[in-house]
C-alpha cells in the first residue's frame, strides 16, 4: 500500500498561511501527489497534486522537494473555514490505481 | 454540473437485515470507488471499477459485503446479515479515465442498531 506520514494535528491562526507537510519516502518515479481535504460530516474534495514541479490552484500551493520524499501543502491565507482533516496520497495515475488514504492531518484554524 | 451522488442519505437498520447503498457516478467517469469510513478513522478502501475490467475487491472486508456496477454507471454496495461493526459512513467515488483527481459523493450514513 501507498504509504505517507503526517502529523496528526495542527494549528493556525485566521489569516495565515498554513503548511502542512507530508512524508512519502516511497514514493516510486510516476506516481503523482495527491491533496485531499474532508471538513466535518462531508466527503473528501480535491485540492491539487503534482508529480515534481511545485504547482499553484486557486485553494493552494503544493511544494514538492527535490527528491520527492517529501511536500508541503501551503494554504496562504487559511479561513476558519479551511477547518479539516487534509489527506496526502501518493498514486500512478492512469487507467488501473486505487488511493489509499492515511489518517491525514487535522488542521484547526483559531479565529 | 451534477456531483456524485448517494443515496439515502442516512439508513438505520437492524442487526442481521440486509441493506443496499446505491451510488450514482459522474457521468463520463469510468473508474468507481467504494470507501467507508468508521467514526474519528481514515478512509477504508472496499472495491473499483474501472470500465469493463474485473474489479478490484480487495478492499471488502467480509463476503457479506458485495458490490456491482451496472451499464459502467450506477453501482450498489450490497451488505448482507449486517453487523453493529458496519456502522460507518460509506462513501462512493467516481473520475474520468484520465484525471487521477477523484470526485467524492457525500456518502451514505450506515447505523446497524
Known amino acids: 500500500d501507498a504509504k505517507t506520514t503526517q502529523p496528526p494535528s495542527m494549528d493556525c491562526a485566521e489569516g495565515r498561511a498554513a503548511n502542512l507537510p507530508c512524508n512519502h519516502s516511497t514514493i516510486s518515479g510516476n506516481e503523482y501527489v495527491y491533496w485531499y481535504r474532508q471538513i466535518h460530516s462531508q466527503g473528501p474534495q480535491y485540492i491539487i497534486h503534482g508529480l515534481k514541479n511545485n504547482e499553484t490552484n486557486e485553494m493552494a500551493s503544493l511544494i514538492i522537494t527535490e527528491d520527492r520524499k517529501s511536500s508541503t501543502l501551503i494554504l496562504p491565507h487559511a479561513t476558519l473555514r479551511d477547518t479539516a482533516v487534509y489527506y496526502c496520497i501518493f498514486n500512478s495515475g492512469g487507467s488501473n490505481y486505487k488511493l489509499t488514504f492515511g489518517k491525514g492531518t487535522l488542521l484547526t484554524v483559531n479565529p | 454540473g451534477a456531483g456524485v451522488s448517494q443515496s439515502p442519505s442516512n439508513k438505520v437498520t437492524e442487526k442481521g437485515k440486509d441493506v443496499e447503498l446505491r451510488c450514482d457516478p459522474i457521468?463520463?467517469?469510468?473508474?468507481l470507488y467504494w470507501y467507508r469510513q468508521s467514526l474519528g478513522q481514515g478512509l477504508e478502501f472496499l472495491i473499483y471499477?474501472?470500465?469493463?475490467?474485473?474489479?478490484?475487491k480487495s478492499g471488502l472486508p467480509s463476503d457479506r459485503f458485495s458490490a456491482e456496477r451496472t451499464g459502467g454507471s450506477v453501482s450498489t454496495l450490497t451488505i448482507q446479515r449486517t453487523q453493529q461493526e458496519d456502522s460507518a459512513v460509506y462513501l462512493c467515488?467516481?473520475?474520468?479515465?484520465?484525471?487521477?483527481?477523484?470526485?467524492f459523493g457525500p456518502g451514505t450514513r450506515l447505523t446497524v442498531l
Open positions: 457521468s463520463g467517469h469510468t473508474a
Open positions: 467515488a467516481s473520475s474520468p479515465p484520465t484525471s487521477g483527481s477523484v470526485d
Open positions: 471499477f474501472q470500465g469493463n475490467s474485473a474489479p478490484d
